[in-house]
């Protein structure tokens, strides 16, 4: 997949907001539909990738801010940007469904974490969990051979190999689910007499995995931030592949939980010495 020509991809957005389990865009005359594209920032240096935002969404009020700054996932219809010409439309999508689709690109940003670091039992776990997600509405596939709750993690290391293909598979159907409608069109500029190449990117959320489907064949590394309470995902450097947290304040606080955690062990063993 070429990325030329995949900034000039246009998306709509407005101001939303919360109404019960839902995020509506309001109708106000001096906000109306904006086009943008979701790329703009798409590869910049040092910049968190709209995805990897995404994912990091926790508060019903921050993925209001996400809509507001970037427009709705486009869960409803295909065809969002041409209801988008109409200024009056109305357009919503439930929470629970946004979360679900938080939650999947979470699940497949850790499995290829996992995979990357070679960590059996992460892989495995987020097999389970996206299996979890589905559960009644798509079975998510997973070898006879790993599929068992009393697996030790040395069983699991002797199978890394199936985990692995598991995993790569899994990886690539969940990406290809959203990459169906995305395609390329063949455009004639009459002002410069030539043919030329455009994108055809039907969502939000297609165009999320558009970006994560280009980093993972451009071989980025992604992480998440190893603070357990910091949701941030990251894109890991060539001069930099020993960090772990999404930036320095981060680090500082998981430092002092672990200072803490020492001390308070050492208490611990005192008094039983
Ligand atoms: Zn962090």
């Given amino acids: 997949m070429s990325s030329e020509n995949i ?16 995020i509506r865009s309001i109708f106000d005359p001096w906000h109306s539909w904006q086009w943008y594209s979701p790329f703009d920032v798409y590869g910049r240096d040092r910049e968190e990738n709209l995805y990897m935002r995404f994912a990091a969404l926790e508060s019903d009020e921050e993925i209001k801010d996400f809509i507001s700054n970037y427009g709705f996932l486009g869960l409803q219809e295909s065809s969002l940007r041409e209801v988008m010409i109409d200024d009056d ?3 919503e999508e439930t929470i629970d ?13 850790n499995l ?17 969990n996206l299996r979890e997600l589905y559960k009644g509405k798509k079975t998510i596939i997973i070898s006879k051979a790993i599929d068992q709750n009393n697996l030790e993690t040395t069983d699991l290391e ?3 190999d199936v985990i692995k293909l598991d995993s790569h598979r899994t990886i690539v159907q969940e990406i290809n689910l959203e990459l169906q409608g995305v395609h390329q069109l063949l455009i004639y500029d009459v002002s410069a007499e030539r043919y030329l ?12 995995y558009t ?7 451009g071989g980025k590394i992604l992480r998440k931030c190893a603070n357990p309470t910091c949701p941030k995902y990251f894109e890991v450097y060539a001069n930099d592949t020993r960090k772990i ?3 320095p304040s981060c680090a500082a606080l998981q430092a002092q939980r672990n200072f803490r955690r020492k001390k308070e062990q050492q208490k611990k063993e005192q008094t039983k010495g």
């Fill in 7 to 22: 900034k000039e991809t246009q998306w709509a957005k407005r101001p939303v907001i919360i109404e019960g389990n839902k």
């Fill in 158 to 160: 002797r199978k890394w």
């Fill in 112 to 128: 290829q974490q996992a995979i990357t670091e070679k960590k059996p039992l992460h892989s495995r776990d987020a097999l389970n």
């Fill in 245 to 247: 947290y999404h930036d």
């Fill in 197 to 208: 190449q455009r994108w055809s990117i039907p969502t939000l959320l297609a165009a999320m």
């Fill in 89 to 91: 439309i109305v357009i």
């Fill in 97 to 109: 469904e946004i979360r679900f689709q938080i939650s999947r690109m979470r699940i497949i940003l």
């Fill in 211 to 217: 970006m994560f489907s280009l980093d993972l064949q």
